[in-house]
């Protein structure tokens, strides 16, 4: 069965729930590892969840970036699944793991609600449970989820078909540039995304439309491990 590690940090509130996500979803407990550890079990998905790290100081994921841990995942990075959600997507770019920046929501307010996205690229494993274009339900909870990139940088995302998720039916709630909502890096092993895919897993939920991008991560690496 594949092994997932969840990353925590002085100041994370989704943990929690991303490890009864995993845990409901694989069967399995994830293991966890702490923001000062400088190895990290092997793994075959690793997970930084939302939350508030090092209470959002500086700037969001700014200092969790450079934990010691971080050079743990950097160095993952070169195979193993990275997932990064809400705060974890800000930790992905500030290590420079992920291209482009999450600055301050459009408005400067706080949103917290429920979105649509669209998905932009279902050939990955984060993905594969999804079809090119389908529309979903996620929600949104942050308040520097406004994604930009240079114009060389975005247009290489494009041309690479590294965006997974774009906000659709108007509900980019942050301004993100091309109403980005996910992207993946080169390699297509990291993904960050600002939506909480962990809060609709289960009829509890109101819905289920987020259990598929970890089934399909868990399926594939099954798969690959036969």
């Not at 291209?99 to 998905?119: D, H, I, S, Y």
């Not at 932009?120 to 079809?131: D, I, V």
């Amino acid at each position: 069965m594949p092994r997932t590690t969840i990353v925590q940090f002085p100041g994370s509130n989704r943990d929690r729930d991303m490890i009864a996500a995993i845990a409901k979803i694989s069967g399995i407990s994830p293991t966890l590892a702490w923001h000062t550890d400088t190895s990290l079990p092997d793994s075959d998905l690793i997970i930084i969840p939302g939350g508030f790290s090092h209470g959002d100081y500086l700037r969001s994921g700014a200092i969790a970036a450079r934990a010691p841990v971080m050079k743990a995942i950097a160095a993952a990075a070169g195979g193993v699944r990275i997932l990064g959600v809400c705060n974890g997507f800000q930790t992905l770019t500030e290590a420079g793991l992920l291209p482009g920046a999450l600055m301050r929501n459009a408005r400067l307010t706080f949103v917290c609600k429920e979105v649509k996205l669209q998905v932009a690229n279902a050939t990955n494993a984060f993905t594969a449970g999804y079809r090119d274009g389908e529309v979903i339900r996620c929600p949104v909870a942050h308040h520097d989820g406004n994604y930009f990139a240079d114009q060389k940088t975005l247009k290489s995302i494009e041309d690479n078909n590294q965006v997974a998720f774009r906000y659709a039916e108007g509900t980019n709630p942050n301004g993100s540039i091309n109403d980005i909502a996910g992207i993946f890096n080169e390699q297509g092993n990291v993904l960050g995304m600002m939506p909480h895919p962990e809060n609709l897993i289960e009829p509890a939920h109101g819905g289920q439309d987020g259990r598929r991008l970890f089934e399909g991560a868990l399926n594939m690496l099954e798969t690959e491990s036969a």
